[in-house]
């Protein structure tokens, strides 16, 4: 069982905003560990989207945007495109369990 | 450039072992852990556990404690994982990924995955 919790879903527009919330508590992001966000395109491995909580790796379009405040963190696509259409994953550490751990997930849909 | 490449699929019967594999290229093998994670059928990311390429350190998940291992041969920069006693719920896609920085770090790059079927 997940101990950050996403929105399952949330779609858009093409060009519109959305926005995948990530909840956690005082054991993972509420205690200082940095979220990392990952996107999954059906039938691929997940890839590095968003790391330190609001960092873009090289390649990956500013469209995407990370953000981290009290126990939550979020991700904000901006101009949304049909290729953005895709699973998305947030991660973090939890020092009550001593492990690594994701997010429920969030599918995009574009509309 | 970074790359990690694992191994086949596999099938298995209840209660048998896999092993799974994940060779390196592209950076000092030594310099970062890598992680493992599964992904069974329509699910989401599970974290399984972390090892230290640099001393062999671990850290498993609770939930596989005791069933699951995780080595380095860093002669030819390969991972393993090796799931013992295995049970249907163990069908799924198998990830391996470098950690950056440390331990708690992010995972990049990704193994392209292994799908690993327990089915009698």
């Known amino acids: 069982q997940s101990v950050l919790t996403q929105p399952p879903s949330v779609s858009g527009a093409p060009g519109q905003r959305v926005t995948i919330s990530c909840t956690g508590s005082s054991s993972n992001i509420g205690a200082g560990y940095d979220v990392h966000w990952y996107q999954q395109l059906p039938g691929t491995a997940p890839k590095l989207l968003i790391y330190g909580n609001s960092n873009r790796p090289s390649g990956v379009p500013d469209r995407f945007s990370g953000s981290k405040s009290g126990t939550s963190a979020s991700l904000a696509i901006t101009g949304l495109q049909a290729e953005d259409e895709a699973d998305y994953y947030c991660q973090s550490y939890d020092s009550s369990l001593s492990e690594g751990v994701f997010g429920t997930g969030t599918k995009v849909t574009v509309l | 450039q970074v790359q990690l490449v694992q191994s086949g699929a596999e099938v298995k019967k209840p209660g048998a072992s896999v092993k799974v594999s994940c060779k390196a290229s592209?950076?000092?093998?030594?310099?970062?852990?890598i992680s493992w994670v599964r992904q069974a059928p329509g699910q989401g990311l599970e974290w399984m556990g972390w090892i230290s390429a640099y001393n062999g350190n671990t850290n498993y998940a609770q939930k596989l404690q005791g069933r699951v291992t995780m080595t380095t041969d860093t002669s030819t920069s390969t991972a393993y994982m090796e799931l013992r006693s295995l049970r249907s719920d163990d069908t799924a896609v198998y990830y391996c990924a470098r950690v950056v920085p440390a331990a708690i770090g992010w995972f990049d790059p990704w193994g392209q995955g292994t799908l690993v079927t327990v089915s009698s």
């Open positions: 592209g950076y000092t093998f030594t310099s970062y852990g």
